[in-house]
């Protein structure tokens, strides 16, 4: 209902989406409009490492990245580089198999900015250059930060 109205109020529509529920109704209405684009974010491409991560299973993922890009859906992709978790050897992983679903994949890395009590550091630019690299061979690669640049993480729910 949201993106049909967006839509025909003639607004350029960005969704980010897991991909883990996609339903036949919003397919449609993505097939139906065309200043949409959807950003879908991907963890990991090893189920056990994406359980972990996201306590949901993997395959529900791939199989609507898999029908939004039959669709002819607009899509970029995006990953989180996690050192321990999601590093560039991964990333590069994704990278690949982003070139045998789509023509001209476009996938944005983004630094992870740790939430306070998770197990997970900051990668460091090197780390965050050699992901970009590795993927690079494959897709076009970009990031919406820049490391070095102070972030802070503001925590709204649950409440501190």
Known sequence: MIVRELNNRRLRIRLLTNAYEISN????????CRD????????????NRHIKYTGKPLEPVLRNI?????NDIKAVFETVLIPGLNDAKDIEGIAKY????????????????PIPGTPWRRPTQEELNEAMSRAGKYVKVMTHEKLGRP???VVLHPRP
């Open 66 to 70: 898999k029908r939004l890009v039959e």
């Open 25 to 32: 109704e919003l397919l449609n209405e993505l097939r139906q």
């Open 151 to 153: 972030s802070r993480v």
């Open 98 to 113: 982003l070139t045998g679903i789509t023509r001209d994949p476009v996938l944005i890395i983004d630094p992870l900015i």
């Open 36 to 47: 949409c684009e959807v950003v879908i974010g991907i963890k990991t491409l090893d189920p």
